[in-house]
């Protein structure tokens, strides 16, 4: 399984911004997929994960403002970012934990990483 990280930019605080992160390849079911960030200096924290059957769990710091969704259907997850702080200034990478269909070995996966950057 791949993925391919893609949304992010430059944008002033209070703003808002999508990430989406698209799995590809084949002979895998996603279990979940989630959204982490490293800012500079600061280890990678978890901030949003959904599940197959659709349960989401959000960092405290971005309760309320970040959305995330999925289409299961093209294997797509997006994060919808509003309100955004200087401090949600990070690189967010997507991870996916998958399961092989044909040997259930679990697989896990990161994307390469988008940069948003919030001015204020």
């Known amino acids: 399984v791949q993925l391919q990280a893609s949304g992010g930019g430059s944008v002033q605080a209070g703003g808002s911004l999508r990430l989406s992160c698209a799995a590809s390849g084949s002979g895998f079911s996603i279990n979940a997929i989630d959204w982490y960030r490293q800012a500079p200096g600061k280890q990678r924290e978890l901030v949003a994960s959904?599940?197959?059957?659709?349960?989401?769990d959000y960092a405290d710091s971005v309760k309320g403002r970040f959305t995330i969704s999925r289409d299961n259907a093209k294997n797509t997850v997006s994060l919808q970012m509003n309100s955004l702080k200087p401090e949600d200034t990070a690189v967010y990478y997507c991870?996916?934990?998958?399961?092989?269909?044909?040997?259930?070995?679990?697989?896990?996966?990161w994307g390469q990483g988008t940069q948003l950057t919030v001015s204020s």
């Open positions: 991870n996916v934990d998958a399961t092989d269909i044909r040997s259930a070995q679990a697989l896990d996966a």
């Open positions: 959904i599940t197959s059957a659709g349960a989401t």
